[in-house]
Structure formats: C-alpha cells, structure tokens
C-alpha cells in the first residue's frame, strides 16, 4: 500500500485548525477535501452567489491538485453538496466550462446546511495524478 502525503498547500484556506487535511495523495491517486468558497485567508467569496462560489470552489480544488502535481484535467470524481437543488444548474454550467469534453464522474446532493449559513456549495474530489 502506497505511503499517504498530507497537504495543506498555500493558496487556500488552512483547514488544520479545524482538524482536517486538505489533500491527501496516496500513491498516484489524490483525495482532496470538501472544499467551499473560501479565500485563501478563510474569508467567503460570492455570498449569496452560487456561480462566484462554484469558481471559487473549483480554484481552490485547481490549487489543492496543482499541490499534489496534477491539474483540473485529472479530476476524475467528485460529490457536490448544495443547500438547495436551484444552485445545481449553475454548478452544472462552471463544471461544463472546466470539463467540455469528459467530465468527471459526479454525484450531486441536497443538505440542509454546510458547516457556515454563507455556504450554498461544497465539492470533494478525487484526481488521478501522473
């Protein structure tokens, strides 16, 4: 079994006060945590937008893959939440702009809330790098 690498690049909110790890990289294959429309110094990008949160989210997901080696294009898996199902057509449509040919494989869920009220989206994804 490949050794894990945990990594909390620069360039994006420090998750580690909160007891969690932003990417982990097993071997050639690279976990990155839920990510939400955070700047790099934690404050909320596009309240009350789900478009400027979904860019924002997809930037941070770009800087925690690029951590790890890899780009968007290695992207092959993610889980989106949103708080309610009007946000999914503009998540759909800065997810087709990143991914025009061959999207990742994707499932969409509805919660009640994220971890702050100012969230309308959070994405986790799992890349294949080299």
Not at 99 to 108: C, D, E, I, W
Request: aromatic fraction near 6%; avoid cysteine; charged fraction near 10%.
């Amino acid at each position: 079994m490949p050794q894990a690498t945990y990594l909390n690049p620069a360039g994006i909110a420090d998750p580690s006060p909160s007891g969690f790890t932003a990417v982990v990289q097993a071997g050639n294959t690279v976990y990155i945590a839920g990510m939400v429309s955070q700047d790099e110094n934690g404050n909320v990008v596009g309240a009350g937008d789900t478009e400027a949160q979904t860019r924002q989210i997809w930037h941070n997901i770009g800087v925690a893959v690029q951590a790890a080696g890899g780009s968007l294009a290695d992207i092959v898996k993610t889980t989106t939440y949103v708080t309610g199902i009007e946000h999914a057509p503009a998540v759909r449509a800065v997810r087709g702009e990143l991914f025009p040919g061959n999207p990742p494989t994707s499932t969409l869920l509805v919660v009640s809330a994220l971890a702050n009220p100012a969230y309308l989206v959070e994405i986790e994804s799992i890349a294949v790098v080299g």
